[in-house]
């Protein structure tokens, strides 16, 4: 176990991050899914606020920036028009099964299965970027998400008491950031096996 105050050398991976995020939607190389974008921006915050709320401390931290990246990438896309991917009948389903369970993450009384609803919420807003990370790897950069893996690794490695309203939407990030950056390069990595073999 590292020593909390490791958390905040976390912080410094998100402004060049986020930075070279935004420098690929003015450029045109990348397009967010604005459904995928607004919920990660809600779910974490909520997620976090219930982490601080069950006294997790620091741990809690990654969770938060895992909303506020989010955040800025909403707030660009008000003031940079056309800036993100067209949506469809799909995008607006899988918003709508956030949202849902966006709301009962919210009003359900235990702490546990508030947990499990904010993962789900992000996980339906994360289900447009997938399938678009899939089919059109190249319209998504893949800074945020590596990002989002070092840091809630870090969360991770600091972590005191494993109590799953503490870890478990840590490991969720982790998880869902992994898979992400396999899209992306999905198609680099399996053009340099076969051209190895």
Same mark, same amino acid.
């Given at each position: 176990?590292?020593?909390?105050?490791?958390?905040?050398?976390?912080?410094?991976?998100?402004? +060049?991050?986020?930075?070279?995020?935004?420098?690929?939607?003015?450029?045109?190389?990348?397009?967010?899914?604005? *459904?995928?974008?607004?919920?990660?921006?809600?779910?974490?915050?909520?997620?976090?606020?219930?982490?601080? %709320?069950?006294?997790?401390?620091?741990?809690?931290?990654?969770?938060?920036?895992? &909303?506020?990246?989010?955040?800025?990438?909403?707030?660009?896309?008000?003031?940079?028009?056309?800036?993100?991917?067209?949506?469809?009948?799909?995008? $607006?389903?899988?918003?709508?099964?956030?949202?849902?369970?966006?709301?009962?993450?919210?009003?359900?009384?235990?702490?546990?299965?508030?947990? $499990?609803?904010?993962?789900?919420?992000?996980?339906?807003?994360?289900?447009?970027?997938?399938?678009?990370?899939?089919?059109?790897?190249?319209?998504?950069? +893949?800074?945020?998400?590596?990002?989002?893996?070092?840091?809630?690794?870090?969360?991770?490695?600091?972590? %005191?008491?494993?109590?799953?309203?503490?870890?478990?939407? &840590? *490991?969720?990030?982790?998880?869902?950031?992994?898979?992400?950056?396999?899209?992306?390069?999905? %198609?680099?990595?399996?053009?340099?096996?076969?051209?190895?073999?």
């Amino acid at each position: 176990m590292l020593p909390e105050q490791i958390i905040y050398l976390t912080f410094a991976f998100y402004i +060049p991050g986020y930075y070279f995020y935004l420098r690929d939607i003015v450029y045109g190389q990348n397009k967010p899914n604005l *459904i995928s974008w607004f919920f990660w921006m809600l779910g974490p915050f909520l997620g976090a606020f219930f982490q601080f %709320k069950a006294g997790a401390g620091l741990v809690a931290l990654p969770t938060f920036m895992a &909303g506020f990246g989010p955040l800025v990438v909403v707030l660009f896309f008000i003031w940079h028009k056309n800036a993100y991917w067209k949506l469809t009948v799909f995008d $607006i389903f899988c918003g709508v099964f956030s949202l849902l369970a966006l709301i009962l993450y919210t009003i359900t009384h235990n702490l546990v299965v508030s947990i $499990i609803f904010a993962i789900l919420s992000d996980f339906f807003a994360a289900i447009p970027t997938f399938t678009k990370s899939w089919k059109f790897p190249e319209n998504e950069s +893949p800074q945020p998400y590596i990002i989002g893996l070092a840091t809630n690794m870090f969360g991770l490695l600091i972590v %005191k008491n494993w109590i799953f309203s503490f870890y478990s939407f &840590g *490991i969720y990030l982790i998880l869902l950031n992994l898979v992400m950056t396999f899209f992306i390069y999905r %198609k680099k990595i399996l053009k340099t096996t076969s051209i190895s073999s």
